[in-house]
C-alpha cells in the first residue's frame, strides 16, 4: 500500500497495490503494523459500519464530540464518492480547512481521517456502499454536525443544492462552522 499525506497534518490517502488477472482482483485492504508504522501512531479500530445511498445523496459533515470523538479509515466497495475531511482542531494551522478526495469501487482508495475533524461525503455514481472502520463506538449524546454548505468552510461540491439530497437530521439540526465544538 502506498500511504499519502495530505495538505493537513493526520489525513492520509491510502492506496492499495491490486493484482488483477482473468479471476478478477485481490489487495490488501487493511494492515495493522503498516498501518502504525506509515500514519505513525496505532489506533484501534472497534466498530465497522456500511451506508447504501443513492446519486445526489450527502451524508455529514458528522463528528462526535469529547470522550466519543472518532477516527475513521474510510473508503467504497461499490460506486463512487467525494469524501471530505474538515479540520476541528482549535490549535490547527488548518482549522477550518477541508481536504476532498474521490473515493471509488474502482480507485479502491481509503482515507484515513483522525479524530478531530468533520466528516461527509457526497454520492456521484447511482448508489454507492460506504465502509468505514472507527476507533470508537456512536455515542448519540455526543453527535454533531456541521452544514454541509456553510460559506465559512466553502466546500466546492460539483452538484448544485438542488440536487442534494440530505437527512432531515443534517437539515435541521447542522450548526454552522463557527458555532461548532472544537477539539
Known amino acids: 500500500m502506498e500511504y499519502i499525506k495530505t495538505a493537513i497534518d493526520g489525513v492520509w490517502i491510502?492506496?492499495?497495490?491490486?493484482?488483477?488477472?482473468q479471476r478478477g482482483y485481490f489487495y490488501e485492504v487493511w494492515k495493522q503494523a503498516d498501518f502504525d508504522e506509515h500514519i505513525g501512531y496505532h489506533v484501534d479500530f472497534v466498530q465497522d459500519n456500511e451506508s447504501k445511498s443513492s446519486y445526489g445523496v450527502l451524508r455529514g459533515l458528522h463528528y462526535q464530540k469529547g470522550d466519543f470523538s472518532q477516527a475513521k479509515l474510510v473508503r467504497v466497495l461499490k460506486g463512487k464518492v467525494l469524501d471530505v475531511a474538515v479540520d476541528l482542531r482549535k490549535d490547527s494551522p488548518t482549522l477550518g480547512k477541508?481536504?476532498?478526495?474521490?473515493?471509488?469501487?474502482?480507485?479502491k482508495k481509503q482515507l484515513f481521517i483522525p479524530r478531530?475533524?468533520?466528516?461527509?461525503?457526497?454520492?456521484?455514481?447511482?448508489?454507492?456502499?460506504?465502509?468505514?472502520?472507527?476507533?470508537?463506538?456512536?455515542?448519540?449524546?455526543s453527535e454533531a454536525s456541521i452544514r454541509w454548505n456553510d460559506e465559512t468552510i466553502g466546500i466546492e461540491w460539483p452538484v448544485?443544492?438542488?440536487?442534494?439530497?440530505?437527512?432531515?437530521?443534517?437539515?435541521?439540526?447542522?450548526?454552522?462552522?463557527?458555532?461548532?465544538?472544537?477539539?
Open 116 to 141: 478531530g475533524f468533520a466528516h461527509g461525503f457526497l454520492v456521484l455514481s447511482d448508489e454507492a456502499v460506504f465502509t468505514y472502520k472507527v476507533d470508537n463506538v456512536y455515542a448519540p449524546q
Open 160 to 183: 448544485s443544492a438542488n440536487e442534494v439530497l440530505v437527512s432531515e437530521k443534517d437539515q435541521n439540526k447542522a450548526l454552522p462552522f463557527n458555532q461548532a465544538d472544537l477539539f
Open 14 to 21: 491510502i492506496e492499495p497495490k491490486v493484482f488483477n488477472d
Open 98 to 107: 477541508y481536504v476532498m478526495v474521490e473515493l471509488s469501487e474502482e480507485n
